[in-house]
T-cell receptor, first 112, second 114 residues
Framework: GEDVEQSLFLSVREGDSSVINCTYT??????LYWYKQEPGAGLQLLTYIFSNMDMKQDQRLTVLLNKKDKHLSLRIADTQTGDSAIYFCAESPNTGFQKLVFGTGTRLLVSP | DADVTQTPRNRITKTGKRIMLECSQTKGHDRMYWYRQDPGLGLRLIYYSFDVKDINKGEISDGYSVSRQAQAKFSLSLESAIPNQTALYFC?????????????FGPGTRLTVL
């Protein structure tokens, strides 16, 4: 079945690194995604990783993918108060219809 | 101007009322989706549409219906609203691509059913 799991909350201090973890179940997913939802807004794609990659770096963001354990993580370096948001991971099972299966979301709170 | 818009942004209604949530997009995408967001449950897919004549049920379609009036418009209806349909509703769009599926979300409609 499809079940994408995340921890619900993460609290860090400004300037620290944040690591948000996700476990997924469908090994057929070609792409895995991280979306960010700021207060009062819809989700916006933050970054993604292709399934044949182990790591992807994009400025302050690092995505790590462990396909064996079906584990995805998002590391935010030098976390800022503006990074406070809900972060969703999503898998895209290769079922013919490219739907996204979202995790429960992790609320990141960055304190000064 | 926003690429994906939703109206209304907030709605309070009573049990048994019929409600329509509307979504419009200017991205020219063929695919459109309706999700609901509940705390601790993430986003769940209600309905999706690949084009005007292709509408499909998602994982939680009971109690909902949709209409794809045009490529740019996709409406969600609650025929007889009930309190457990209180949630944040999102419309999203995507282009038809091979494998990569970036979805673009509207700002959401907060619906409260009393």
């Amino acid at each position: 079945g499809e079940d994408v799991e995340q921890s619900l909350f993460l609290s860090v201090r400004e300037g620290d690194s944040s690591v948000i973890n996700c476990t997924y179940t469908d090994s057929s997913s070609t792409y895995l995604y991280w979306y960010k939802q700021e207060p009062g807004a819809g989700l916006q794609l933050l970054t993604y990783i292709f399934s044949n990659m182990d790591m992807k770096q994009d400025q302050r963001l690092t995505v790590l993918l462990n396909k064996k354990d079906k584990h995805l993580s998002l590391r935010i370096a030098d976390t800022q108060t503006g990074d406070s948001a809900i972060y969703f991971c999503a898998e895209s099972p290769n079922t013919g219809f490219q739907k996204l299966v979202f995790g429960t979301g992790t609320r990141l709170l960055v304190s000064p | 101007d926003a690429d994906v818009t939703q109206t209304p942004r907030n709605r309070i209604t009573k049990t048994g009322k019929r409600i329509m949530l509307e979504c419009s997009q200017t991205k020219g995408h063929d695919r459109m989706y309706w999700y609901r967001q509940d705390p601790g449950l993430g986003l769940r897919l209600i309905y999706y549409s690949f084009d005007v004549k292709d509408i499909n049920k998602g994982e939680i379609s009971d109690g909902y219906s949709v209409s794809r009036q045009a490529q740019a418009k996709f409406s969600l209806s609650l025929e007889s609203a009930i309190p457990n349909q209180t949630a944040l509703y999102f419309c999203a769009t995507s282009a038809q691509t091979g494998g990569y599926n970036e979805q673009f979300f509207g700002p959401g409609t907060r619906l409260t059913v009393l």
